[in-house]
């Protein structure tokens, strides 16, 4: 099902294409708009007047706060040692109010974007960012 039942939509959330999305057991805060391809996992909660753009995936573990900006094609991760069986550990991600991630950025887990910083397309986000700055290139260094 693209939007699963328990999923906590508020009001004027706009999804383009429902049938080309898949949210299950998140939130997402009204007045947001999600574009088609986006996954949402369990858990998830996504702050109002957002805008998550196509192919981006939200993993278990990630809070993204009010205003934030979700380029195309970004992936969260939260999982640091992947592997195919046995137990692992949720590192959890948190984006602060009016950050900015730019298209095709990794944000790896165990991290805070803090507010109105701007990520570069394409960026490995690996550490915190502090509020306001602008970080770009893989691991993700301040621009100035
Ligand atoms: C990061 C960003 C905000 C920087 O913009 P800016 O401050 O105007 O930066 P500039 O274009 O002046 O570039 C400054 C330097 O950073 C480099 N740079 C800019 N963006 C970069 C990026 N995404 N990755 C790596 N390096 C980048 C430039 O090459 C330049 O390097 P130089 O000084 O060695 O020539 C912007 O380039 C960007 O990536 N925006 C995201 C766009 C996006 O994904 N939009 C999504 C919807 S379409």
């Known amino acids: 099902m693209p939007i699963a039942a328990n999923v906590i939509l508020g009001s004027g959330v706009t999804i383009q294409h429902p049938e080309l999305v898949n949210l299950y057991g998140c939130s997402v805060g009204e007045g947001t708009s999600i574009g088609p391809f986006v996954e949402i996992q369990q858990g998830v909660q996504v702050g109002k007047r957002c805008k998550i753009q196509s192919h981006s995936f939200l993993c278990e573990g ?14 969260f991760v939260n999982d640091r040692y992947p592997k195919v069986a046995g137990e692992w550990k949720l590192e959890r991600v948190l984006v ?24 570069g397309a394409g960026a490995v986000v690996t550490r915190d960012v502090s509020q306001g700055q602008r970080v770009a290139g893989v691991p993700a260094r301040l621009l100035r």
């Open 62 to 75: 990630v809070e993204i706060e009010d205003e934030v900006f979700i380029g195309h094609g970004v992936m």
């Open 96 to 119: 602060r109010h009016n950050a900015s991630i730019g298209s095709g950025a990794v944000i790896l887990c165990g991290v805070t974007i803090g507010e109105g910083a701007q990520i």
